[in-house]
């Protein structure tokens, strides 16, 4: 037994002092002890993963800037969820996906909504006119007052990182 | 298969499917993307990879 042990890692400390704290804030905002825990417990994977950690003088505002992030992400994937179970209502009953296959999809909807998120505002409108309105670069050119040529940047930039997301999930798979 | 030749090509497979959404795309295009697509198994596997089976981007 060494003389000086070893201070626990800084996350264990964080997690001992704070994790209760920050369960009771997500409480709060989603009204809701299971899920809190589920998000609490996100947000603290989310600090093992990055290099940074909280300052010491005040790791609350911090962890809440996190937790904020966690929280953003999560109702996002809950309205996606939603809004794909409202477009699958008004579908023919001989249609509907399984369980699984509900839950393949609305992962795929989530990752195409990370890429279309990750894209400059401009770069998406262009991806999103050409891709859902087929519309021609001269018409998007026209419509968003800018050169054909800049449109066709946008569009190569788009498809690198839908192509990029599509190595990603091959790669999972 | 260098990682250069397959980043280029992934690049060459982009520019075509850029091509390819214009919605101005001209006989002689096409023609010359169903060559480039066939002088080589590897574009193929570039343009499958950047286009996919996604019907929305084809």
Redesign the interface.
Do not use: F, K
């Given at each position: 037994m060494p003389a000086h042990p070893l201070p626990p890692p800084p996350v264990a400390v964080l997690y001992a002092d704070h994790h209760g704290w920050l369960q009771g804030w997500l409480r709060r905002k989603l009204g809701d002890t299971a899920q809190a825990q589920d998000l609490a417990h996100d947000t603290f994977v989310q600090l093992l993963t990055t290099r940074h950690l909280p300052p010491l003088d005040n790791p609350r505002a911090y962890l809440t800037t996190m937790a904020k992030r966690t929280l953003f992400s999560f109702w996002r994937r809950r309205d996606l969820e939603q809004a794909y179970l409202e477009a699958l209502a008004v579908q023919p009953a001989v249609h509907l996906p399984s369980e699984e296959e509900r839950y393949a999809i609305v992962q795929a909807l989530q990752a195409v909504d990370r890429v279309l998120q990750s894209l400059p505002p401009t770069t998406r409108r262009v991806l999103l006119l050409?891709?859902?309105h087929?519309?021609?670069?001269?018409?998007i050119a026209l419509r968003l007052g800018i050169a054909e040529i800049t449109v066709?940047r946008h569009?190569?930039r788009a498809?690198?990182a839908?192509?990029a997301l599509?190595?990603a999930t091959a790669l999972s798979q | 298969m260098s990682a250069t030749s397959t980043a280029a090509l992934?690049q060459q497979a982009?520019?075509w499917?850029?091509e390819w959404?214009?919605?101005?795309m001209t006989d002689r295009q096409r023609q010359a993307l169903a060559r480039w697509r066939q002088a080589d198994p590897a574009h193929e596997a570039a343009w499958a990879?950047?286009s996919?089976d996604?019907k929305?981007?084809v």
């Open positions: 050409n891709q859902l087929d519309m021609p670069y001269r018409e066709r569009m190569a498809i690198d839908c192509c599509d190595c | 992934r982009i520019a499917l850029v959404r214009s919605g101005a990879q950047v996919g996604r929305s981007v």
